[in-house]
């Protein structure tokens, strides 16, 4: 089967950094999206990945392994407004996305 | 400023009650999604569609209907709500042109059947 899995929930600092990581499962693979969602909105399009590698926007980074599987969110000087919840959400062959179930990230003080 | 536009935002309606949830965009993508998110957990797809006159059944789509007369409308129609129709409900849309293309989210219709 297809699935996607991510932390429940993380805890972090004001000015920190933090890492949401993801695993993936799907029957082919055309990309990686991340989306950031806060609570009742809806979720905005942060970063994709295709290529084995990190991608760099300003404070967010998003890398991906496709050998493994895996990709990761990593979010630096962490302010309260990036406390929101975090999509992982991949694309299987036939381009249809399967979406983690989020991390809410928390920011604290 | 959204490009996309839900409404309504908010929906108390009672059970059997056949209800319409309307969704367009301005940005004269193709592609329109319909999901299904209910808190903490992951987006559901119910229906899509590459264009006009075109539609397709995603994982909870036996218990909605949905139309693409226009490229920029994408109505989602319950014929019969339920309790367990009691849920967010989100729509989409993307560029065609590259299969990649992020999607544009509207802000949701919360459902609340009684």
């Known amino acids: 089967g297809q699935n996607i899995d991510q932390p429940t929930e993380m805890t972090a600092t004001e000015g920190a950094i933090v890492q949401i990581n993801c695993t993936y499962q799907t029957s082919g693979f055309n990309g990686l999206f991340w989306y950031q969602q806060h609570a009742g909105e809806a979720p905005t399009f942060l970063s994709y990945n295709v290529l084995d590698g990190l991608e760099e926007k300003g404070r967010f980074s998003s890398f991906l392994s496709r050998s493994k599987g895996y990709s990761y969110l990593l979010l630096k000087e962490l302010q309260m407004k990036d406390s929101a919840s975090y999509l992982c959400a991949a694309m299987d062959s036939n381009y249809q996305l399967i979406w983690g179930a989020g991390t809410k990230l928390i920011i604290k003080p | 400023e959204a490009d996309i536009y839900q409404t309504p935002r908010y929906l108390v309606i009672g059970t059997g009650k056949k209800i319409t949830l309307e969704c367009s965009q301005t940005?004269?993508?193709?592609?329109m999604y319909w999901y299904q998110q209910d808190p903490g957990m992951e987006l559901h797809l119910i229906h899509y569609s590459y264009g006009v006159n075109s539609t397709e059944k995603g994982d909870l789509s036996s218990e909605s209907t949905v139309s693409r007369i226009r490229t920029e409308h994408f109505p989602l129609t319950l014929e019969s709500a339920r309790p367990s129709h009691t849920s967010q409900y989100l729509c989409a849309s993307s560029d065609r042109g590259r299969d990649s293309s992020p999607l544009h989210f509207g802000n949701g219709t919360r459902l609340t059947v009684t």
């Open positions: 940005m004269g993508h193709d592609k």
